[in-house]
């Protein structure tokens, strides 16, 4: 939620003290005198996600194939009603954590904490204290937390967690890998080699220590555990490249080298933004998939029982999937911290547009009072705090606030601000400034969105762009980049590195002719794969979308709306 008090002034002794450099400016205790009130800005609540059902065939299927083959060898990893058969998890986009058994179109919110489920990592029963299963969390600082004794209306308690694993771009769990009857894990690097966690049985305690599989796994975009998929009772891992070929990797029962050679086993799997485990449906002993599509329908997969899939089945009338975040256990690199676009019109009201998953963006919504921020200066950041909602802020007077909170004085030495999200790899939202002699700074969040550390010189020169944007990963790693536009129209992506130090590679010339459009804006992810997208708006107002379909590249453009010039501001 955005929101500036208009009932905060400038804060004395409480406020936070903010230090630009040595021989630089200080940030000083704010003025006694009362300013004027800061202009508000808070998205509507959010209501329940409207969940559709599932119209592949499940129990019935599964009950016949059941008697006649016996039990399934593949391991449920999200059966929260006890029917045996795997359920959802997902967060949607109202920034909500539910479950869904799919075929009852029932819905429930599993649990929510100030940290947003960035991720979710369903492994089965590990040994709780009921036959229950257990889900695993990754918040967006980097916080995984295991949740035991899931269920469709109860909440869950954690019983463990650890920090630190902002380090993975992915993690899931292929199912039971050593042969112990539980489910281990499996987590990518941002440099994409693989590791792998065998599980305990231990709730207090998980996981073992990490082994390392192997490098070269950044080549995929989708990394998705399938559970047996070839009949031979051992977990399999499925990979999707950037070219819409996926792999299989049948599993070995070796945990020094968990996993065989890659097979391909299909192409055009690129229409999908999030691919998904589907368990054992039909009750055959073979792990399947589900996949949906930026239209928002979801697909089926059955096993064929030797390692490949048979064709695809509609699962769902067109878009009723749409608007799911994140799926649990889908192979997508997840993210959290921008999620729309702020509009600010020629007299100063603001508006929201929210992100769809479907490539779109939604109906507008008035954000503040009628002309409550004519000339204002509106910042759009991406979280700053651990809700995973984006942020906004705003320069008075050389004053800087963020979400209401006063963060210092002083900020009127810089031309450009920029929130791109976690810059130094803490897992803590982070702000750019670049300066009129065209240094480029570094200020480390606080994950509070209350207060940011001493500023960090990055480097000279970046005085040659007129417009610096940034809302999560561009590069295909997880980190997050920044992009650049020169007066000329010529596009530059800035890879993130995840070092505080030098946040970021040399630039890479994505394109020439990105003048075209006055207004430029990262509004995060806009069709739910994962990937950071971006927007431009012409001079005649009209709106197109570029989509981020591979490490440094984008999908031709597509116009997605019209009317636009209305707007004097959007970020």
Known sequence: MFFLNSRRGRRVAACTALALSAGM????????????????????????????????????????????????????????????????VFRAVDGKTYTSTGQEGSEFELYRTDQVAKDIIPIGNQGGYSTEPEVLVLSENGTLTLYVDATMTGTPYETWHGGGWQIYNKIVSPGDVNG??????????????????????????????????????????????????????????????????????????????????????????????????????????????????????????????????????????VGDWAGIAQFGGAGNIPYTGKEGVVARDKAGTLFWYGNKTTGQLGARSQLSDTGNWLGAT???????????????????????????????????????????????GDGKGDLLARDRNGSLYLYRGNGQGTGLASRTKISAGWGGFDRLVGAGDYSGDGRADLLARTPGGVLYLYAGTGVAATPFKAGLRLGAGWNAYPKLVAPGDVNGDGKADLLGVTSGGDLYRYLNTAPGKFAPRAKIGYGFGIYNHMS
């Open 378 to 424: 509106v910042l759009h950041l991406s979280s700053m705090d651990a809700d995973g909602s984006s942020d906004i802020g705003q320069l008075l007077d050389g004053e800087l606030y963020v979400n209401g909170n006063y963060i210092g004085m002083g900020w009127g030495i810089y031309n450009h601000l920029v929130g791109p999200g976690d810059v130094s």
């Open 180 to 317: 112990d009857g539980r489910a281990d894990v499996v987590a990518r690097d941002t440099n994409g080699t693989l590791f792998l966690y065998l599980a305990t049985g231990n709730t207090s305690a998980p996981l073992g220590a990490r082994k390392l599989i192997g490098g070269g796994w950044n080549d995929f975009d989708q990394l998705v555990g399938i559970g047996d998929n070839n009949g031979d009772g051992r977990a399999d891992l499925v990979a999707r490249d950037t070219n819409g070929t996926l792999w299989f990797y049948a599993g070995t029962g070796n945990t020094s080298a968990p996993f065989a050679g890659k097979k391909a086993i299909g192409n055009g799997w690129n229409i999908y933004n999030q691919i998904m485990t589907a368990g054992d449906n039909d009750g055959d002993g073979d792990g399947e998939l589900l996949a949906r599509n930026t239209a928002g329908t979801l697909f089926w997969y059955d096993a064929n029982g030797n390692g490949t899939l048979a064709g695809p089945v509609q699962g769902s009338p």
């Open 25 to 88: 400016l200080l940030a000083s205790p704010a003025s006694a005198a009362d300013p004027a009130p800061l202009p508000v800005a808070e998205k509507a609540d959010d209501s329940a996600f409207p969940l559709p059902k599932l119209t592949i065939p499940r129990s019935e299927a599964r009950a016949g194939a059941a008697s006649a083959e016996g039990a399934t060898s593949v391991l449920p990893l999200s059966d929260f009603n006890g029917d045996g058969i795997d359920d959802f």
